[in-house]
């Protein structure tokens, strides 16, 4: 679930981290990712939108 904190890449970009605060910052990145997803997912239907209108005009 969480990178190893013992490997060399995980110690340095985690090593300061509680295991708390690891948990953390997973559930913001997942969160992050679906706020992501619903953006990308609106500016297409408004983009899907605006052609409609132009088409109608």
Known sequence: ???EP???NGKRK???L???QLKKLK???EEN???KKMY???ALDNEILREV???KL
Do not use: C, H, T
């Open 1 to 3: 679930m969480f990178p």
């Open 27 to 29: 559930e913001l990145e």
């Open 6 to 8: 013992r490997s060399i």
């Open 14 to 16: 985690y090593g300061d």
């Open 18 to 20: 509680e295991v708390s």
């Open 33 to 35: 990712a679906k706020l």
């Open 40 to 42: 990308a997912n609106l």
């Open 53 to 55: 209108i132009e088409k």
